[in-house]
């Protein structure tokens, strides 16, 4: 017999099982013999159960990865001085934990994939979603619960903060995020300034420009974010030697998210935000430039800041590592006529040929089943359903 948290909290800690094969608690501890279970249970594995959990370790699939402490601390602080009442945590479990625990004025719904937090939590502080594709497992009673979370009192702001996998899709988290905005626009009859929700977004500094075209308003922060049970991505003798390359995307103007002075940030005058202790200022540049924990250089033929580890190189026209293969990189060149300067679809070698018409793939998330069958027969696609939305996908 299956218990929920409620029931659990009433027991005593010798009386508490957790069955970890069934991924649930248990009333009968002889019926899970066999299994691996763990009793008795701490009331502080019932507020943190990312303690409990082994973090899941298909690294293709669904690997888990939890903040530090520290981390969390500080993301915290960012969330509550943005003036957030009302927090979104999208697969960043421990977040949500800090944030239900500690004496804190904010509600917190957890929405993530790993069902194993049914067990933790009730809706609705708990349900399961697909942050790819903005998909509640639990159907239109979780989407009730969902959009109920978001209705607001006069000022009151919702936030959200996310911690996807770092090989998804930007676009796809970037449509999640618009679409709980929306949900939040239709619930509430108003308008958004910047189209989007509060967010925090934790992702490597090296996804900048994807995030920020798919996301105009977005900010980078210098914060780094380390991981507790990742080696490259935390401080110590295995972590990388300019620290964790994981930082936070927000559209929150940095200016108003101090960061911890006592890890090295200090706040910068002239750019009026709080970066990292080697993000130096440069005054050609008007700007703090650096963005991979090391202090960047500025070139004056590139008129810009590099990574130290670049030198300009005249016949390839840029900055580049020393050892590079000269005069193999350059701009994009046309497919049509091997000219820099414009894509092949603006080439003067097209004029009069019929360009495609089809829908990119982006295009057809979301699309009715009409539109998805009619691409099908034209292309080499499968496609499936998920709740009352479409998807495609290419057949290889």
């Given at each position: 017999?299956?218990?929920?948290?409620?029931?659990?909290?009433?027991?005593?800690?010798?009386?508490?099982i957790?069955?970890?094969?069934c991924?649930s608690?248990?009333?009968d501890?002889?019926m899970?013999?066999?299994?691996?279970?763990?009793?008795?249970?701490?009331?502080?594995?019932?507020?943190y159960?990312?303690?409990?959990?082994?973090?899941?370790?298909?690294?293709?699939?669904?690997?888990?990865?939890?903040?530090?402490?520290?981390?969390?601390?500080?993301?915290?602080?960012?969330i509550?001085?943005?003036?957030?009442?009302?927090?979104?945590?999208?697969?960043?479990?421990?977040?949500h934990?800090?944030?239900?625990?500690?004496?804190?004025?904010?509600?917190?719904?957890?929405?993530d994939?790993?069902?194993?937090?049914?067990?933790?939590?009730?809706?609705?502080?708990?349900?399961?979603f697909n942050?790819?594709?903005h998909?509640?497992f639990d159907?239109?009673?979780?989407v009730s619960v969902?959009?109920?979370?978001?209705?607001?009192?006069e000022n009151?702001?919702v936030?959200i903060?996310?911690?996807?996998?770092?090989?998804?899709?930007?676009?796809?988290?970037?449509?999640?995020?618009?679409?709980i905005?929306?949900?939040?626009?239709?619930?509430?009859?108003?308008?958004?300034?910047?189209?989007?929700l509060?967010?925090?977004w934790?992702?490597?500094?090296?996804?900048?420009?994807?995030?920020?075209?798919?996301?105009?308003?977005?900010?980078?922060?210098?914060?780094?974010?380390?991981?507790?049970?990742?080696?490259?991505?935390?401080?110590?003798?295995?972590?990388?030697?300019?620290?964790?390359?994981?930082?936070?995307?927000?559209?929150?103007?940095?200016?108003l998210?101090?960061?911890?002075?006592?890890?090295?940030?200090r706040?910068?005058?002239?750019?009026?935000?709080?970066?990292?202790q080697?993000?130096?200022?440069?005054?050609?540049?008007?700007?703090?430039?650096?963005k991979?924990?090391?202090?960047?250089?500025?070139?004056?033929?590139?008129?810009?800041c590099v990574?130290p580890?670049?030198?300009?190189?005249?016949?390839?026209?840029?900055?580049?590592l020393?050892?590079?293969p000269?005069g193999?990189?350059?701009?994009?060149?046309?497919?049509?006529?091997?000219?820099?300067?414009?894509?092949?679809?603006d080439?003067?070698?097209?004029?009069?040929?019929?360009?495609?018409?089809?829908?990119?793939?982006?295009?057809?998330?979301?699309?009715?089943?009409?539109?998805?069958?009619?691409?099908?027969?034209?292309?080499?696609?499968?496609?499936?359903?998920?709740g009352?939305?479409?998807?495609?996908?290419e057949?290889?």
């Amino acid at each position: 017999m299956e218990l929920n948290i409620s029931q659990v909290r009433q027991l005593s800690q010798e009386q508490r099982i957790y069955c970890f094969d069934c991924q649930s608690f248990v009333k009968d501890k002889m019926m899970h013999s066999n299994h691996k279970h763990l009793s008795p249970v701490s009331d502080e594995f019932l507020n943190y159960p990312t303690r409990l959990l082994s973090p899941l370790e298909e690294s293709k699939k669904e690997a888990q990865y939890f903040f530090t402490q520290e981390s969390v601390t500080t993301i915290v602080n960012m969330i509550e001085k943005a003036d957030v009442k009302k927090l979104l945590c999208i697969g960043a479990p421990r977040i949500h934990e800090k944030v239900v625990n500690c004496k804190s004025n904010i509600q917190s719904v957890l929405l993530d994939i790993d069902e194993r937090y049914r067990s933790f939590y009730e809706p609705p502080t708990y349900l399961p979603f697909n942050m790819f594709n903005h998909h509640l497992f639990d159907g239109k009673e979780a989407v009730s619960v969902l959009r109920k979370f978001l209705e607001c009192q006069e000022n009151e702001v919702v936030g959200i903060v996310t911690d996807p996998p770092f090989g998804g899709r930007v676009e796809l988290i970037s449509n999640t995020l618009t679409w709980i905005s929306h949900q939040w626009m239709d619930v509430n009859g108003t308008q958004l300034d910047s189209h989007c929700l509060p967010f925090f977004w934790i992702f490597p500094y090296f996804m900048e420009q994807h995030i920020s075209s798919s996301l105009p308003s977005t900010h980078m922060l210098d914060y780094k974010i380390n991981y507790a049970n990742h080696d490259s991505f935390s401080q110590g003798k295995k972590g990388r030697k300019h620290g964790s390359p994981v930082r936070i995307f927000t559209n929150v103007s940095p200016s108003l998210i101090p960061l911890p002075a006592e890890e090295g940030y200090r706040f910068c005058s002239l750019c009026r935000r709080w970066v990292s202790q080697e993000n130096k200022h440069c005054s050609l540049c008007n700007s703090c430039t650096s963005k991979d924990g090391r202090t960047y250089v500025h070139c004056n033929t590139c008129n810009r800041c590099v990574k130290p580890s670049w030198k300009h190189c005249d016949k390839c026209q840029r900055c580049c590592l020393t050892d590079h293969p000269c005069g193999l990189i350059g701009p994009p060149l046309c497919k049509s006529c091997k000219q820099e300067g414009h894509k092949w679809r603006d080439c003067h070698l097209r004029e009069g040929k019929q360009i495609s018409k089809r829908k990119p793939l982006d295009d057809l998330i979301g699309s009715s089943k009409k539109e998805c069958t009619s691409a099908k027969k034209k292309r080499k696609l499968s496609i499936t359903h998920c709740g009352s939305e479409w998807y495609v996908s290419e057949i290889k």
